[in-house]
T-cell receptor, first 111, second 112 residues
Framework: GQQVMQIPQYQHVQEGEDFTTYCNSSTTLSNIQWYKQRPGGHPVFLIQ???SGEVKKQKRLTFQFGEAKKNSSLHITATQTTDVGTYFC???????????WGAGTKLIIKP | DGGITQSPKYLFRKEGQNVTLSCEQNLNHDAMYWYRQDPGQGLRLIYYSQIVNDFQKGDIAEGYSVSREKKESFPLTVTSAQKNPTAFYLC???????????FGPGTRLTVT
């Protein structure tokens, strides 16, 4: 069946360092979405990418959708403590409006 | 103030009891979803509903039941048949023909 793999599971960074999480789908996706979940909170929609090769920026966050529409990445430049949380990618199932979720990448800022 | 509400935030039950989690939205969204999240894990779909009076099983529906009698409401019942019910339960909603999902604050259920 369709799968969305996300790596790494955790990333420890010093504040000010960059962070990247990668998402790979077993099938071509019509779109991909990214969500952020703060510790103890609920997922919050960040962005949706639709076009092949699309790159979108939100301040220090850069989202990319691969040319083949099977992979995506989220890059955060110069991390801040407010970036702490788990970042999830999610892509639609072929046949309906369900989402298949990656397992998430937890961003941890080293003290 | 528009949004999705889930109540209660924390819920404690004894093993063998059924428990119903509330989810209400005033976003006028057609679709609603229930997910389960275990510590350090991703989201697993329990049930979803694209329209009133209709719902479908997700990946882990066993031991759960839902109803969708009103557009605004999608309650989830965790039955005594659910073997490991302790988890964080998240409700979400979305517009028709859209993949974006908007989440409620969640209910943390502990069964002892």
């Amino acid at each position: 069946g369709q799968q969305v793999m996300q790596i790494p599971q955790y990333q420890h960074v010093q504040e000010g360092e960059d962070f990247t999480t990668y998402c790979n789908s077993s099938t071509t996706l019509s779109n991909i979405q990214w969500y952020k979940q703060r510790p103890g909170g609920h997922p919050v929609f960040l962005i949706q990418l639709v076009k092949s090769g699309e790159v979108k920026k939100q301040k220090r966050l850069t989202f990319q959708f691969g040319e083949a529409k099977k992979n995506s990445s989220l890059h955060i430049t110069a991390t801040q403590t407010t970036d702490v949380g788990t970042y999830f990618c999610a892509g639609p199932m072929d046949s309906n409006y369900q989402l298949i979720w990656g397992a998430g990448t937890k961003l941890i800022i080293k003290p | 103030d528009g949004g999705i509400t889930q109540s209660p935030k924390y819920l404690f039950r004894k093993e063998g009891q059924n428990v119903t989690l509330s989810c209400e939205q005033n976003l006028n969204h057609d679709a609603m979803y229930w997910y389960r999240q275990d510590p350090g894990q991703g989201l697993r779909l329990i049930y979803y509903s694209q329209i009133v009076n209709d719902f479908q099983k997700g990946d882990i529906a066993e031991g759960y039941s839902v109803s969708r009698e009103k557009k605004e409401s999608f309650p989830l019942t965790v039955t005594s048949a659910q073997k490991n019910p302790t988890a964080f339960y998240l409700c979400a909603s979305g517009r028709a023909l859209s993949y974006e999902q908007y989440f409620g604050p969640g209910t943390r259920l502990t069964v002892t």
